[in-house]
């Protein structure tokens, strides 16, 4: 395969992926809607693939995950990280519970009475009603 044709379909992927860029979508949108344009069935596409693999592995796939790492927001993933342990471990304590029949009967206790003395509590006294 002539190196024209694939430094020419290199060039085609490199503005595709521009074009979408400056409309707003991820650039390798553009790359992945080209390769959907390009056949499988014919020789262009296996010698491309043959010929582009080890750039594409070597150097593209590498700056897209250097460049995606530095779009992370730092305090975002650790709130969200904090956010996710905390919810594992009420959950696990939930379940835990409830696999536990005594663990399970005791939380109800603690909450049922708890609720029914606030509830008298705000429950007005007779004789002190009133009129």
Not at 4 to 22: E, M, P
Not at 105 to 129: F, N, S, W, Y
Request: charged share 20%.
């Amino acid at each position: 395969m002539n190196e024209v044709y694939v430094c020419a379909t290199l060039v085609v992927v490199l503005a595709t992926g521009l074009v979408t860029d400056i409309i707003g979508i991820y650039a390798l949108f553009g790359a992945f809607v080209l390769r959907v344009l390009v056949p499988e069935d014919e020789p262009f596409a296996g010698a491309l693939v043959e010929k582009v693999e080890d750039l594409v592995s070597g150097l593209f796939l590498p700056s897209f995950f250097v460049s995606s790492g530095l779009k992370i927001d730092e305090a975002t993933m650790f709130y969200l990280l904090m956010f996710s342990i905390h919810l594992i471990q009420r959950i696990k304590e939930e379940t835990d519970r409830i696999r536990d029949p005594q663990l399970f009967q005791q939380g109800l206790r603690q909450r049922v009475p708890l609720l029914g003395r606030e509830l008298r509590a705000q429950k007005p006294q007779r004789g002190h009603e009133f009129q």
